[in-house]
């Protein structure tokens, strides 16, 4: 399902294309209240998770700030693809059980399975993708598609 | 996921209850464009691709007005989910390439696999839910968390 969720995200950056850049950065109601940083927030929550928490890596993720142009945006989202992408394809479901431990902004150490930790973030990005579907209405555009079925993603493997 | 989204669902359903029928169906941008038939549609989808599509049983959905109040609709999606949450208990992932075919409203058979339908319908539900949460911003109110992370529904199993 990351696949599919890698999918609707490019068509999200697509679509942003043609839209003002000014209605990418204006408030709206729900959510992280603008288009842009929704997309910057889901693409800075999964590589946190996975190659901060899960791979326990050092990863260095900018402001919003610094990547607060569409092809910025664009450009980071392309980066953490390409270095969570790898553990996303190797992963099984022996994985499922391992545990992470999760340092929150308290200081407070939760452990997650992994299993948890993937789910949430599938979770995550489709849910922000049904905001940005509501305010792409307000806009008066026709919303990126979230059906899954019907992508291929999920043939039959004869 | 299915017990992610139904908890989600039964908090969606409860938040209803804090909310005025007027408000539940009241026009709005995006989406299914009212509250209370966003909950029936996905009600009605999960019952129809699961009971009616996979398990090929003689389903008989209900249109939106025979169950149209919020205690109706609760009712509806109680008893699908008795009809339905069996097979999803039982799932296995040997069921994943099993073919189903779904007649199109044009008449036409398009086999999906199990696995396609089921995470169709996984992404259907928080996709819509997501909706709703903007919506609750409009009307003022604190939408239902969509966080799957921290329910202990993938917790370790030791």
Do not use: L
């Given at each position: 399902m990351f696949e599919y969720n890698w999918q609707v995200r490019r068509d999200w950056l697509d679509w942003c294309k043609t839209v003002n850049e000014e209605e990418l950065m204006k408030r709206r109601t729900?959510?992280?209240?603008f288009i842009l940083p929704t997309l910057y927030h889901i693409v800075a929550v999964e590589y946190g998770w996975i190659c901060?928490?899960?791979?326990?890596r050092a990863v260095d993720i900018p402001p919003f700030g610094e990547v607060a142009s569409l092809r910025q945006l664009t450009e980071f989202s392309a980066s953490c693809h390409a270095e969570l992408a790898p553990f996303v394809h190797d992963?099984?479901?022996?994985?499922?059980?391992r545990i992470m431990i999760d340092i929150t902004d308290e200081g407070e150490r939760v452990p997650h399975t992994y299993g948890e930790v993937m789910r949430h973030l599938i979770a995550h990005e489709i849910h922000h993708a049904g905001q940005l579907s509501v305010w792409s209405r307000e806009l008066g555009k026709e919303p990126v598609t979230a059906n899954l079925i019907g992508r291929g993603l999920f043939e039959m493997r004869v």
């Open positions: 729900g959510g992280i209240g901060g928490g899960i791979q326990e992963w099984n479901d022996s994985m499922d059980d």
